[in-house]
């Protein structure tokens, strides 16, 4: 008697074209930011203004896709493929000058306590191609907070977040800024101070000052009463153009991921 396994159809080798066999990974993938990263009016634009520059096409569209692509995480190997390597495989493209992601979640309480990047990323009740970030507000909420108080003759703000690595994760391109008001009696603002966080380029290259993960990061602020200050307000602002500065009261196009008051005795 003859004996035929067919062994589940799994093909020796696969190209790029794995979305007729994967229809739930592929249709799942491609609605995340990921999928389309080169293809955005965003990328586009400053892809222009960078002429064209092939150098970001390495994170943003490695394989010749609208954006990051299967063969991208899963390697240039041939079925069966190994099981995705959480974090280095993201590593390729979210550790790099400009990108700390992944060397900051290596150092964070969440890789000792043995939470990956799917733990956060993934969007819960879906496979694992339902990638989740920034880009989406709701992701965002609750995230980080703000916290004052006086000591001295100073004003002490405290920042503290749950993101598994700096915040803003991510690259040169995301800001949270901590926006500082003094007002008077009335309300109106006396004084105001900001301050970024993210990565930074005074001239000599490329610096990361985003807020590292597991530890409050602490702004002081010197003679908060002056000019007749009773009440301080702080708002944490989460900003996606890294240029933009947020202004006073209003901050369009700014997420508020935190806010506090304190009045001055
Ligand atoms: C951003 C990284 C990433 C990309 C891009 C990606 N995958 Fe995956 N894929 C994973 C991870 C993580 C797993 C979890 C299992 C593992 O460790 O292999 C996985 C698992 C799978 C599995 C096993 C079954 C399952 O759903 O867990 C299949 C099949 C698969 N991917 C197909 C694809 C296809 C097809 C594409 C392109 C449309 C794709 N993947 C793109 C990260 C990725
Ligand atoms: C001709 C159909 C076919 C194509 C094309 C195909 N696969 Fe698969 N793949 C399968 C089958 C069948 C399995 C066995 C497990 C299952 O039923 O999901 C599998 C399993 C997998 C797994 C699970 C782990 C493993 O290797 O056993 C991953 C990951 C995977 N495929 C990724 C891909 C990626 C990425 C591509 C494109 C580069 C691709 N596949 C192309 C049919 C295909
Ligand atoms: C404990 C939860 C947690 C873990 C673990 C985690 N992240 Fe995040 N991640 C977040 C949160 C929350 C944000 C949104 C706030 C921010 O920008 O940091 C974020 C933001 C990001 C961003 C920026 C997205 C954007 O659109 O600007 C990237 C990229 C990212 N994470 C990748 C990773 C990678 C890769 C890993 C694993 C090495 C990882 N994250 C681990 C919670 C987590
Ligand atoms: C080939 C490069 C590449 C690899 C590999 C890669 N990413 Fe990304 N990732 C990107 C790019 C580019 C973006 C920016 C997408 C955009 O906003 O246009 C991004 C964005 C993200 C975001 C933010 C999504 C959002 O909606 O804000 C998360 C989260 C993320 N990646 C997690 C991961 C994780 C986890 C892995 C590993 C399993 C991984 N990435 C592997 C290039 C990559
Ligand atoms: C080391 C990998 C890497 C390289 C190289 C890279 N990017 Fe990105 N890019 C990312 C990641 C990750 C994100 C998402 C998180 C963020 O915006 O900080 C992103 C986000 C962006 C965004 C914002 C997308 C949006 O919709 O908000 C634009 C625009 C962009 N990149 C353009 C470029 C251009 C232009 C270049 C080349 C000059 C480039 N990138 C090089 C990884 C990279």
Redesign the pocket.
């Known amino acids: 008697m003859i004996v035929v396994v067919v062994l589940a159809g799994v093909p020796a080798q696969a190209d790029e074209d794995?979305?007729p066999c994967?229809r739930a990974?592929?249709e799942e993938?491609?609605k995340t930011a990921?999928a389309r990263s080169a293809a955005t009016p965003a990328f586009q634009k400053e892809w222009a203004e960078a002429n064209s520059d092939k150098a970001c096409l390495a994170c943003h569209a490695p394989s010749g896709r609208l954006g990051?692509?299967?063969r991208?995480?899963?390697g240039g190997g041939e079925h069966p493929?190994a099981?995705?390597a959480?974090p280095d495989?993201?590593g390729r493209c979210h550790d790099a000058p400009g990108e700390s992601t992944v060397r900051m979640f290596k150092g964070s309480n969440a890789a000792r306590s043995g939470i990956t990047c799917?733990d956060c990323h993934l969007e819960a009740g879906q496979?694992?191609?339902a990638?989740r970030g920034a880009s989406d507000p709701a992701f965002l909420q609750n995230v980080a907070t703000v916290q004052l108080a006086l000591a001295d003759e100073r004003l002490i703000a405290s920042i503290r977040h749950l993101a598994g690595h700096g915040l803003p994760g991510g690259t040169t391109g995301r800001a949270v800024w901590l926006v500082l008001r003094g007002l008077d009696p009335n309300g109106r603002t006396v004084w105001i101070e900001r301050q970024r966080f993210g990565w930074r380029n005074d001239g000599s290259g490329w610096q990361d000052h985003s807020l590292a993960p597991d530890r409050a990061t602490v702004v002081e602020i010197e003679a908060p009463g002056r000019d007749g200050t009773v009440a301080v307000e702080a708002r944490l602002l989460y900003g996606r153009q890294p240029a933009t500065k947020p202004a006073g009261e209003a901050a369009a196009g700014f997420e508020e991921l935190s806010r506090a008051a304190i009045s001055l005795p």
């Open positions: 794995c979305a994967h990974q592929a993938f491609a990921m990051v692509a299967c991208d995480c899963h493929f099981s995705v959480i495989a993201c799917l496979g694992h191609h990638f």
